[in-house]
């Protein structure tokens, strides 16, 4: 999870959209972690593939969430960091996904939402987002 500082002094959180479906819930930047590689690894391998970023600054460990994934029917375990992105970053941009995964060449369009936005966010995906976790945003 990427969190930025606002010209406004209060901090977004940074979410991703599947090309063409503008109604679908907000997604974050992840994926699976490779043989041989840690989870903080994949983390920033993910986010230079997905995202176009480099390595940002790690906050925080956020935790592990294991659960089941009811439309790929297979056990998920993610590891979730608290990120800090520099204040110039854009409001928004696209990115088309690159590397060897299933999501290559998918176009995901970045935003950054607040805490009231949150709601609008992939259930499997809040876990940790929440003011105990992310006083931050809240």
Not at 2 to 16: A, F, M, Q, S, T
Not at 18 to 34: A, N, S
Not at 37 to 44: L, Q
Not at 52 to 76: A, P, V
């Amino acid at each position: 999870l990427i969190i930025r500082r606002g010209n406004d002094n209060r901090y977004k959180l940074l979410v991703l959209q599947f090309d063409g479906y503008p109604d679908w819930p907000f997604r974050l930047p992840g994926g699976t972690v490779d043989e041989n590689e840690t989870p903080e690894e994949a983390m920033y391998r993910e986010l230079h593939e997905e995202a176009g970023l480099g390595r940002l600054q790690i906050i925080r460990k956020l935790g592990i969430h294991r659960y089941f994934k009811h439309h790929t029917h297979t056990n998920s375990e993610r590891h979730d960091y608290l990120l800090l992105a520099p204040h110039n970053l854009p409001d928004q941009w696209t990115h088309t996904v690159t590397g060897q995964d299933a999501d290559a060449n998918e176009i995901f369009n970045y935003s950054w939402i607040g805490a009231n936005e949150i709601d609008r966010m992939s259930d499997e995906l809040k876990t940790f987002v929440t003011p105990e976790h992310i006083p931050e945003l809240f």
